[in-house]
Structure formats: C-alpha cells, structure tokens
C-alpha cells in the first residue's frame, strides 16, 4: 500500500466561537430579583389577592345565569308566537 496517498493531517479545527452577547439588542441590563424569581418558580410567589366570597353570595352568579336563560326564552317564544301570527 502505498502512503503517499493516504492524508495523514488531522483536519483543522475552528475553535469555538467565543460567547456572544445572546440578548436582543437595546435590552436594559437592569434585571429585578424578584421578577426573575417569579419567572423561574410561578407557584413560589403567587399572592391569592382575590376576594373571598361569603356563604350568603355563593350562588349569585347561578342566580344571574338562570335569570339570563329565563329572560331568553321568554324573548324566543314571543318572536316565535309574533312570526307564527303573521306567517300562519
């Protein structure tokens, strides 16, 4: 076999980039502590600031939905009896 054609040189190698400056261009540097710790653990910091809601006012949003569908068909079932009236 011959050796002269066979390539013994190890093939350069490009060095790795250097580390770049991966953040968009314009970005403040300032960075707030807490923000990051919110960001990186949600369920750390949440602050249950909801109001709390008393027995007598548990079922007040039921309340509004059925008076809502009650009020809807009342309105449906007169147009109804008028396009009847004036259609029969």
Do not use: H, Y
Not at 25 to 44: S, V
Not at 47 to 53: G, S, T
Not at 60 to 82: K, N
């Amino acid at each position: 076999m011959d050796d002269s054609l066979i390539d013994t040189k190890s093939p350069t190698v490009s060095p790795p980039p250097s580390v770049t400056e991966r953040r968009r261009p314009g970005r403040i540097k300032f960075t707030d502590r807490a923000l990051i710790a919110l960001l990186r653990n949600p369920t750390a910091a949440v602050v249950d600031d909801a109001p709390e809601i008393q027995e007598s006012d548990a079922l007040a949003p039921t309340r509004g939905v059925l008076l809502g569908l009650l009020i809807g068909i009342v309105m449906w079932c007169a147009i109804g009896m008028i396009i009847l009236r004036f259609m029969g």
